[in-house]
């Protein structure tokens, strides 16, 4: 839960127009991804059954290297200055 809100309240920062409130709001919104990353493997890992630990944990990371990649799909979009 508490996690959810350090998430939210970057993501509210980030719409702030001024640069220092944007890298706070990055800041907040990085250790927030960062820690699902750390909590998701350590839950499924708890909960799953034994024979499923390990695809589970194989899909965890997939997923994470898969919205990677659609984040950089997506800055393709943004146009740049030349």
């Known amino acids: 839960m508490g996690t959810n809100l350090v998430l939210i309240?970057?993501?509210g920062?980030?719409?702030?127009?001024?640069?220092?409130?944007?890298?706070?709001?990055?800041?907040?919104?990085g250790w927030a991804a960062g820690s699902f990353s750390v909590f998701v493997p350590k839950?499924?890992?708890?909960?799953?059954?034994?024979?499923?630990?390990?695809?589970?944990?194989?899909?965890?990371?997939?997923f994470v290297?898969?919205?990677i990649v659609i984040a950089f799909l997506l800055a393709l979009a943004i146009p740049t200055i030349d």
């Open 13 to 29: 920062i980030t719409l702030i127009q001024n640069i220092p409130a944007i890298c706070i709001g990055r800041v907040l919104f």
């Open 43 to 62: 839950y499924i890992s708890e909960t799953a059954p034994i024979h499923l630990k390990g695809p589970l944990g194989t899909l965890t990371q997939f």
């Open 9 to 11: 309240a970057g993501c």
């Open 65 to 67: 290297t898969f919205g």
